[in-house]
């Protein structure tokens, strides 16, 4: 018992970030099955980076409609874009490096 909560103790030390998260943007839509998998993934990515991510609904803006409505699920930081659908947790780390 002693020592699961050592090392549950050592995970959990492990996984807590210091840093400021990284401000990410997924841009998406509603019922959309590769924006809630890019949405997981990020989720995963985090545990290792720190992330804040916005959940963006492109639907409710006709500018950002017209302009990734064919790409979704895209991530963006600051001006870099990344269309994650399909792409592996490794990638979308690798991207948020630079």
């Not at 492990?14 to 959309?32: G, N």
């Not at 500018?63 to 930081?77: C, E, G, H, Q, W």
Request: overall charge positive.
């Amino acid at each position: 018992m002693r020592g699961d909560l050592r090392r549950a103790l050592a995970l959990v030390r492990r996984r807590t970030h210091r840093d400021e998260p990284l401000k990410v943007r997924l841009l998406e839509k509603p019922e959309c099955g590769l924006c809630a998998e890019a949405y997981r993934a990020l989720r995963r990515v985090a545990l290792d980076v720190p992330l804040d991510v916005d959940r963006v609904d492109i639907t409710k803006d006709p500018s950002l409609f017209d302009r990734y409505a064919l790409r979704i699920p895209v991530v963006t930081m600051g001006e870099r874009e990344l269309d994650v659908a399909g792409v592996d947790d490794r990638a979308i780390h690798a991207w948020l490096r630079g």
